[in-house]
């Protein structure tokens, strides 16, 4: 068998070739599968990974898609390094945009440029209560916050249907369970007119120069830092063990939170049961795949959301299934967790013993 | 009278892919291994399990197929963590991501089609009694080998050999690994075995409970496995309790709705996940019952070679 021992000093370069590795071993699996499912590989990997990046259409879904997963995965990302496990993205995702959503709609049909901050106010909030309640537990009787932030995920999603079933529900809309459209001042400026393309992913590319900034050069990027190596070690540099369980969730609560107003306000425009589809999952993925590092984030939220793209015109032009995108996405997150073995540690072969 | 026998058979139905998953993860979970993948492991189970016996209309092949499939996709989990060892947690979820995308790609083609329902363990004289023969023997035969799994865990565990070896590595595995048992090996199959086991819970669910396949029916069951093991502090038989304390929640749920309360169903359906959390914070309060059962080394990483 093999032997791993840790490396002394990780290689800076490892911090692209790393997801490189990842990405190349992913793309020869979906390779194999296309085979044996019996469609053309070259043109399915064509079609899924280089024809949306060749129209403006393409393009502009693909920041549209980007926006949420960046944003989700910058706040998870603090939380990671930290060693805090916030599974429940997905559930603060949506009460973000139920209560963003719900402010815009309590609003209507009044026009004023307050009403979309007030909005990411209340939606933040929102994400933060909900992320806060993990973080509670957590830190009052040490609960374990994978099982409880997951469990809320569920609570979540049927609270928002509760909401659009019922009082959320348009009054003009023959009973079905969706709000009414937002109005043009509960509506996010598009930046390339014609298209779905909105100011939301600028602001996802700001919050990760802010967060880059904090990392980098700020004392809060330390505690960060030391409370992922050890947490004996943040308790001599002056802060309680709690500290980071309740600044983890937060930062990825608020930024859960965010993200979910802004996809209501962005490219829904209303309240439907169907908005949580899966971000807040697929952001642990770019959280990992990015290295946890803010510019990181941005190359692999663009190459998720290429993912779901592909995965669509897949679907449409040879007729394969969509959920292509959640194999690809799972076997990526594998081979990047495989290849990491190899940057943080030495392998060196050896002659198998006998005994065990 | 025959409320409450459809109430109870419908809770023991409802909590029998619960028993399995949890049971299973309780052995990879003493071991010190922490697998977050039961979701992902059970519908793997879910799928193939259901293809198998669409195909041969064999349900005994189908239970094969769910057990290996699922056996393999842990084997996977296996190898990346103990001996590739990558993060426990984020594996475990890239696990579930895995098995939900995969198993609605190899399942596409068979949604919506339904079984022949699963043959009922009949014992004439047995099942003819008066209600003890509706309430202990109309069941199908998962029911009864699930409660037998749990005894012969419980029996495993604390009566066998191995079973102690396998507590002893998950409650210190340098001190195991010095006495010359292979930590990694044995680690190995008792995550093959918990997956073998949510996988036979997913096919119970796409088998037995609603004999068709449905994407994404597991709906959080695996996550709830994962609670109901916390909820029995890592004892088997109490896997039991929590299992059927569970299912009957979410039965008791659904007949309340079907009464017509005037609460929405969606509240309503938040039941099973609420009681869940609640559940979960009142057993962490109590550190010393925590400190006697729970594994020493649950989600610790272990670095001595083979």
Known sequence: ???????????????????????????????ILFLLIGKNPVLAIFIIFVEPLLSIFGLSELIVKATPLIIIALGLSIGFRAGVWNIGAEGQFTIGALFGGATILAFYPTSGIWILPLSFFIAIIGGILWGMIPAFFKARFNTNEILVSLMLTYVAILFLSGMVYGPLKNPDGFNFPESRLFHDSGTLPIIFPGTR???????????????????????FGFHVKVSGESLRALVFSGKSTNYMVYLSFIISGAFAGLAGVIEVSGPVGQLVPAIPVGYGFTAIIVAFLGRLNPLGICFAGLLLALTYIGGEAAQIKLGLPNAITGVFQGVLLFSLLAAEAFTNYKVTLKKMRGNF | ????????????????????????????????????????????????????????GSHFLGLIAAVISAGLVASLFGLLTQYLLSNQVATGLALTLFGLGLASLIGQTYSGISLDAFPVFDVYLLTEIPI???????????????????????????????GLVLTAIGDSHDSAHSLGYSVKMVRLFAIIFGGSCAGLGGAYLSLVQTPMWVENMTAGRGWIALAIVVFAVWRPLWILVGAYIFGGITIIQLHVQALGVNIGAQYMSMMPYLVTIVVLVFISV???????????????????DL
């Open chain 2, 286 to 304: 109590n550190k010393n019952r925590l400190a006697v059962n729970a594994p020493n080394c649950l989600n610790k990483l272990f670095t001595s």
């Open chain 2, 1 to 56: 009278m025959d409320l409450f026998i459809a109430i109870f058979q419908g809770i023991i139905i409802a909590s029998t892919p619960l028993v399995l998953a949890a049971i299973g993860e309780l052995v990879v979970e003493k071991s010190g291994v922490l697998n977050l993948g039961v979701e992902g492991m059970m519908i793997i189970g879910a799928v193939t399990s259901f293809i198998v016996t669409y195909e041969t």
């Open chain 2, 132 to 162: 003890i023969g509706s309430l202990l023997f109309n069941f199908d035969y998962l029911i009864y080998l699930s409660i037998i799994i749990v005894v012969s865990v419980y029996y495993f565990l604390n009566k066998t050999k191995l």
């Open chain 1, 1 to 31: 068998m093999f032997k791993l021992q840790k490396k002394e000093t990780i290689d800076q370069s490892s911090l692209y070739t790393v997801p490189l590795i990842a990405i190349g071993c992913s793309l020869i699996f979906v390779f």
């Open chain 1, 197 to 219: 393309a909105h100011i939301g992913f600028l602001m996802a590319l700001l919050l990760a120069g802010l967060m880059y900034y904090l990392l980098k050069r700020h004392k």
